[in-house]
């Protein structure tokens, strides 16, 4: 891990108990830290027995989840965002990990920077030419914060519960050691399938989807 996330520390650790709609509960360790390269209120959940530290055996299983408050909170049907986190605390539970919750919503752009390319999506565009189209990247998301949380941690090695190829690409290259990659399941509906496709189709995300 690179000497730059020496100054990240961890902030404050409490248990939080998490229920779900369809009564999925489970308890997470809640982590804040100090320190992050963007100063946002970035948030790790720690699930089931990682292990975690430098002496530990084990290699924990990682999400990083972008915030979402249209899938997350209010079960918007346009993404896969809520299924996915649900999907994401189950499987990280089981096995023992950590889920990073990163507030860079809409890829980084923001809330109302988001529902202004969802209205964009509705006049043809898919959701990375709406995001160009706004004057932003495709993708803007950072994860040097991630490190930084994982450095705090004492998580050096992961496996990382993902489908999206630039998310390893980026903590590889941030001195993270991604051991395997582990693909989330396809959360695919009518009313998503055309962000689904557009997210393999221009950046990569290994999805398959039928039809």
Known sequence: MSSA????????????????????????????????????????????????????????????????????????????CGPQLREAVERITATGGILLYLRQEGRGIGLYNKLDAYALQDSGLDTYQANTELGFDEDARDYTVAAQMLAALGVGELDLLTNNPDKVRQLTALGVTVRDTVPTRVHATPDNLRYLRAKAERTGHTIRLVG
């Open 5 to 80: 996330f020496v100054g990240t520390s961890v902030r404050t650790r409490v248990r939080i108990p998490l229920t779900f709609a369809d009564g999925y509960s489970t308890t997470a360790q809640a982590v804040t830290f100090d320190g992050l390269a963007d100063g946002r209120e970035h948030v790790a959940l720690v699930l089931g027995e990682p292990g975690l530290g430098p002496d530990a055996l084990g290699t924990p299983l990682v999400r990083l989840h972008s915030e979402c408050l249209t899938g997350d909170v209010f079960g918007s049907a346009r993404c896969d």
